[in-house]
């Protein structure tokens, strides 16, 4: 089966391209289809921990990412790099958040079958 990446790079509350991607992923991962999720440029901030969407009456998108493991995307991805752009460390991050360097980012993408940008 080919496998797909979805790069998410849009902070989680700005637009609803965020969610677009989660849904995405989602998808794909109820059809059995191998999937990842890398986090780049402002979507970097997807992965705080400390998310609080409800105070601006969204849905929480930190708790919704959380489930992805239940849909066998265990590890989602962000470069090091945006992480230190953004002032963000990784212990900010939800646990099932892995960061990596640009390069390792760009190997990652790379071996993937099928490529979508959000």
Known sequence: MKSLCIISQQSPYTSPRAKEAL???????????PTTLV???????QAIEAQ????????NLGKQLAVLPMYDIK???????DLNQRGLKPEQ???NVQ?????QISELIRQQDMVISL
Request: aromatic share 8%; hydrophobic share 50%.
């Open 39 to 45: 986090l780049l440029g402002d979507g970097v901030f």
């Open 23 to 33: 849904d995405a992923a989602l998808v794909a991962a109820t059809f059995d289809i």
């Open 93 to 95: 991050l939800m646990d």
């Open 75 to 81: 590890t989602l991805y962000v470069s090091t790099q």
């Open 52 to 59: 609080a969407g409800e105070q601006i009456q969204q849905k």
């Open 99 to 103: 960061a990596l360097p640009g390069e």
